[in-house]
């Protein structure tokens, strides 16, 4: 007999999950009259074919990564932190405003490098405040505040690069002008990442990882998001904590803002937060919020959506195909999840 | 089934809870609903309004609710758990009328209780279960000593009543007045000597749960003062009272007491507060260990708080308190707990009045707060009594009392 609360029993379904995803990604393209190996060839081969492709991974998994590590501080309070996409292009908009601000004056490089990444983090904080705000104080709940949020950060974006940052002449949708190259975060020769961003995305999850592994901060963060009623009367200040959550996740939406300009686009463009943070909120769901899986499930998911771009231009295949891996994958491991439960569970309750 | 905890839905209004598993087609009718609640509340003495929301209830009243609902619904077998905690001496009687009524038409009833009264007044057999095994089945007449026995193994009495020395005021409350949205409490007076116990009795929604939420800062009051220790208190908000030493226990454990999902350990590392930025992990099991020992806890550090059993949550409820500790502010602090729990508990707080902690508890157990109380405040519809002497005061009195007779 097996044993059913064993690790290995619940590891084989995660497993069968996998399998799921991948049989329900190939009927999927069946259906489209597309080779499913071949398509799953390009995929690996796109994403860890040669180094600059493993790079481009890298360089797609960092902000990916920053995202996810902000929401797993939201999701511990208990918190649906919808807006994290408007924060990361708040936070865009706020390094790209600091940059033209401060390009032109004498300013060193590596400063004004350093100041945009400040700014990001304020925009990314100050958005993320405003959800928070309206969360604890209007009683509008944090997925519609959030959801409206993303919209006016979009508009403004928009506004931004064809009303007052506009190129010389006409705007365009490809965005503002290019920064100079000494603004750009210094990069590994020849290829597109930079060792500061990934630096920057590895401290950022470490530190997550502490604070919710072993701090006080971390627990009572847990606490109000499992039982806020409870944790109040024990005489923990939920009101604070939450802003505190949507501070720091603000923070590190901001800095995936701030990565996106400095070290990836070097100017804004309509949709600077490229999905991360809704992807990133997949990947906190699939890990089950646990930390120490984020890193290594969002390198996987960058590695699809960098390894999917070859499919239109190969197969004629939509890239969109690596969304319906990454969703079915999502679907699968809380189906799975809840199947185990099911079967692990004590007949009557 | 009715459950001890009531299963319904708290933000929905009564009404809507009651047609929730009644099959009435695509468009309920809400009125006839109503009219119904209304006859069969008019049964029981039950005072509900259908158009409340469930969420204003207490306890007690969501288990009015939930046998209403029950009953409406026509079930043939009633299996209840635990059903007359939280419902007055009155209604049970009718309850058990009705219990009584319905049986004789056939029905089946299976009641399940600690309360040996009960199960004596109204039961045609008992079936006595201890540590998950049937100890055996008695048929009338039933013999307390006996049931005693089958329960625990040994006949088990109440510890005798000691009187304790009093010192200074240590809590002054003067013309207190409340609003809540069914209940106005008006000048309330109440002067607590450190180290005494003050025992509130009522029928459940009379007001007690207001006053008690009141003097430990979770209801602003519209009127008059709370003093501790000499420090006006009134209007501060509830984790000031925390700082000055007043500790709430409130009476649903696993919605407003405990964490689901939080180990014991991290329960008294949450009630603990905070020393540095890190937990001391190492630390924090071992004070978890001692405490698990001395509060007779049956689980481990590791354990999560929801698969404890209801006794073994109030112990670990009242193993978070800090020490030292002013004012300590109980509701129902052995509901759903056997005798030899309450015993027990019991002990543990009166060792907490020797460290001259005031303690003030509501309980719907009239034995156990004449038993337990220095002072008695009975509220009626939120008239608030004079306090009683617990020495001279019988049970008979309190019931008077609490019916409404003697305001």
């Known amino acids: ?349 | 089934m009715l459950h001890q905890d009531p299963l319904d839905f708290p933000p929905m209004k009564i009404v809507d809870n009651m047609l929730i598993g009644h099959d009435g087609g695509l468009f309920p009718n809400k009125g006839e609903v109503s009219k119904a609640l209304k006859e069969l509340q008019s049964q029981f003495g039950f005072n509900l309004d259908p158009e409340a929301y469930v969420d204003s209830l207490t306890v007690g009243e969501r288990q009015q609710l939930e046998i209403l609902r029950l009953l409406w619904l026509g079930a043939r077998v009633l299996i209840l758990d635990e059903p007359t905690t939280g419902i007055s001496a009155s209604q049970k009687a009718k309850l058990f009328e009705t219990l009584k009524k319905l049986a004789s038409q056939g029905m089946v009833i299976i009641f399940v209780s600690h309360k040996l009264e009960d199960v004596e007044g109204l039961c045609h057999k008992i079936a006595v279960f201890r540590q998950g095994s049937l100890v055996g089945e008695v048929a009338p007449p039933y013999e307390t000593d006996n049931l005693v026995e089958l329960m625990f193994g040994k006949v088990i009495s109440l510890d005798e009543k000691t009187q304790l020395e009093f010192c200074e005021p240590a809590v002054e409350v003067a013309g207190l007045s409340i609003d809540d949205n069914r209940i106005q409490i008006r000048g309330a007076d109440l002067i607590i000597n450190c180290g005494e116990v003050i025992g509130l009795a009522g029928m459940e929604g009379s007001g007690q749960r207001q006053f008690l939420r009141t003097l430990a800062g979770l209801i602003r009051p519209v009127g008059g003062e709370i003093v501790l220790n000499g420090k006006r208190m009134t209007g501060k908000p509830y984790h000031a009272f925390q700082g000055v030493g007043v500790s709430y226990v409130p009476a649903s454990r696993m919605e407003e007491g405990l964490i689901p999902g939080l180990s014991i350990t991290e329960h008294f590392i949450l009630s603990e507060g905070q020393s540095g930025f890190f937990i001391d992990r190492e630390k924090a099991v071992t004070v978890s260990r001692e405490r698990i020992t001395s509060f007779n806890i049956k689980g481990e550090p590791v354990t999560r708080v929801e698969a404890l059993s209801g006794g073994n949550q109030q112990r670990a409820l009242l193993a978070m308190l800090r020490t030292p500790l002013r004012l300590l502010l109980l509701e129902h602090p052995t509901r759903g707990l056997d005798i030899e729990s309450s015993i027990w508990i019991w002990s543990k707080l009166k060792d907490r009045c020797k460290q001259k902690t005031c303690i003030v508890f509501i309980s719907a157990d009239l034995e156990e707060v004449l038993h337990y109380s220095d002072r008695i405040l009975v509220f009626y519809n939120g008239k608030v009594s004079q306090p009683l002497d617990a020495t001279s005061t019988t049970v008979d009195q309190l019931g008077q009392l609490i019916g409404g007779k003697g305001f």
């Open chain 1, 1 to 349: 007999m097996l044993n059913k609360t064993s690790p290995g029993f619940k590891f084989g379904f995660q497993i069968l999950a996998v399998v799921g995803a991948l049989i329900f990604t190939t009927l999927i393209m069946l259906l489209a009259k597309a080779p499913p190996l071949e398509a799953f060839r390009l995929i690996v081969v796109g994403s860890v074919g040669s180094v600059g492709k493993i790079s481009d991974v890298i360089v797609a998994w960092i902000p990916l990564l920053l995202a996810t590590t902000g929401l797993l501080l939201t999701f511990a309070a208990g918190l649906w932190n919808i807006g994290i996409e408007g924060q990361i292009t708040l936070g865009a908009i706020f390094t790209t405003w600091a940059l033209r601000l401060l390009q032109d004056s004498s300013l060193s490089p590596g400063l004004i490098i350093i100041i945009g990444f400040m700014a990001g983090v304020l925009g990314g904080m100050l958005w993320a405040s405003l959800t928070g705000l309206l969360k604890i104080y209007g009683g509008v709940n944090e997925i519609f505040g959030g959801l409206g949020l993303n919209f006016v950060a979009t508009a403004l974006t928009i506004w931004l690069i064809f009303g007052p940052w506009k190129r010389p002449g006409v705007g365009s949708m490809s965005g503002t002008v290019p920064f100079d190259n000494s603004l750009w975060l210094p990069q590994v020769e020849g290829l597109r990442m930079s060792w500061w961003s990934l630096g920057i995305g590895l401290i950022g999850i470490a530190i997550v990882y502490l604070i919710l592994q072993g701090t006080y901060f971390g627990l009572r963060l847990k606490a109000v998001g499992k039982n806020g009623r409870a944790a109040f009367v024990i005489g923990i200040p939920t009101g604070k904590y939450m802003m505190s959550a949507f501070f720091i996740c603000g923070a590190f939406a901001g800095l995936a803002g701030a990565v996106q300009v400095l070290a990836v686009y070097h100017r804004l463009i309509p949709s600077i937060s490229s999905g991360y943070g809704f992807l990133g909120l997949m990947v906190a769901m699939l890990i089950n919020y646990q930390a120490l899986w984020a890193a290594p499930v969002a390198f996987f998911f960058a590695a699809l959506n960098i390894g999917s771009i070859q499919l239109p231009i190969v197969l004629k295949l939509d890239s969109a195909l690596s969304g319906v891996l990454q969703g079915s994958l999502v679907l699968f491991v809380l189906m799975m999840d809840g199947v185990r439960r099911r079967l692990t569970a004590k007949k009557v309750k």
